[in-house]
């Protein structure tokens, strides 16, 4: 059987476009020589969050006394955390499985390569579409002298196999990778260092949640190098470049991912070489199948864990005095109260009543950034929000307040 798109890649970015395609009435195959749902799923975004929700969870119930509550809770068994970590990945990816099946796509579990133009080869078997989409996704970045070796210097795949929990972790780079982890470890009680060679942490972040998250860092004594960078190991022994000496029963090393290209073929997700976010590549996905436009200034970024980051549009460092800075401490609303949640601000950047960036440190901030968002895709000005009747006691409410005398 002949096919009109042959989709090399199950991760969001493939399995999206296939279901896409499929719906519009489409014949499509798609390859995948591991498991649908690709890094996101499977090695990344689930299994990360599982984790980071179940070392909340212990984190609060040792601070349970804060709350009036008499909880006694002596340790964890991580083994069975991982358990659930498991258990989560799989009842997504078996849902995922059968909306691929039902939605009509062919898929073919096996490594596929790239014959001709027309010609797509798994398992010895050559099959024949009009066209070819590379959806194979990223691998994580290699650094020169801290080759991964699956034991001492680790990846952000290995870190999942881990069947214990170190005493004490050293994670190089403060992407959304090395936030989280830090935060995962922590939580669960491992000294966590970060070394940074940029001048903050979250260096692709606003300035003042680079600084936000600083100190909440310190005053959760995660430790941080800025500016710095690892010099040598000798006998797992790391010295970094400003001569700290670390002692780390492990390195992940989180300076994050690189595409996986086949060749000039159509590529989207990770294997684009542009933005790395699951939902980038779905986006991408939709524009291929459906054409379907996006702004590409416009995608959102989150980092998961207390408090939660978000963000999206211009930055305070990249405006220049026309703009102006509403600002409003997660303080001064009642629900952070009383969630015990009190760290953390939103941040607005606008010009002539034009939403043009909005940055959240704040419990549900990957929820409100995307109100934001949806005022600055659709030009809503602070003027029209205004006029907007936020629910009390929310954090949404955040967000009027700063509008409601601008």
Request: charged residues 25%; hydrophobic residues 40%.
């Amino acid at each position: 059987m002949d096919f009109e798109y042959g989709i090399i890649g199950g991760g969001p970015a493939g399995y999206s476009a296939a279901m896409m395609l499929a719906h519009k009435g489409h014949r499509v195959i798609l390859f995948e020589k591991d498991k649908l749902g690709g890094t996101c799923l499977n090695r990344g975004c689930i299994p990360t969050k599982s984790l980071l929700h179940s070392s909340e969870v212990y984190k609060q119930i040792l601070n349970a006394s804060e709350y009036g509550l008499d909880i006694d809770i002596k340790s964890f068994d991580f083994s069975k955390i991982a358990e659930k970590r498991d258990k989560t990945v799989e009842k997504i990816r078996k849902s995922l499985e059968l909306a691929v099946k039902n939605s009509g796509v062919n898929v073919v579990y096996a490594e596929a390569s790239i014959r001709d133009e027309k010609t797509i080869t798994a398992n010895d078997t050559d099959y024949t579409v009009s066209q070819i989409i590379t959806a194979t996704g990223s691998k994580p970045r290699e650094l020169k002298d801290l080759e991964f070796d699956g034991e001492f210097i680790l990846n952000s795949d290995d870190v999942l196999k881990l069947d214990k929990l170190p005493k004490s972790v050293l994670i190089i780079g403060s992407g959304a990778i090395g936030i989280e982890w830090a935060r995962i470890f922590s939580n669960f009680g491992v000294e966590v260092f970060i070394v940074e060679l940029s001048e903050h942490l979250i260096p692709l972040a606003d300035i003042e949640v680079s600084k936000r998250i600083e100190r909440i860092f310190k005053q959760k004594k995660i430790k941080f190098y800025l500016n710095d960078c690892v010099e040598k190991i000798e006998n797992k022994i790391v010295t970094l470049k400003s001569g700290t000496v670390i002692e780390p029963d492990f390195i992940l090393s989180a300076v994050g991912r690189v595409p996986v290209q086949l060749g000039l073929r159509v590529n989207i997700g990770d294997s684009s070489g542009e933005i790395q976010l699951a939902h980038y590549a779905i986006f991408q996905a939709q524009k291929l199948a459906c054409g379907v436009n996006y702004r590409k200034e416009l995608i959102p970024a989150v980092i998961y864990g207390e408090p939660e980051i978000a963000w999206v549009g211009l930055r305070e460092q990249d405006c220049d005095d026309s703009c102006e800075k509403l600002m409003l401490p997660i303080t001064a609303l009642g629900k952070s109260w009383c969630d015990e949640a009190i760290d953390g601000f939103i941040k607005l950047i606008v010009k002539n009543k034009q939403i043009l960036g909005a940055h959240i440190v704040s419990k549900e901030a990957s929820a409100l950034i995307h109100e934001v968002l949806i005022a600055m895709q659709n030009g809503v000005t602070t003027d029209k929000l205004r006029e907007v009747c936020f629910a009390h006691p929310t954090y949404s409410e955040g967000i009027f307040e700063l509008v409601k005398l601008n």
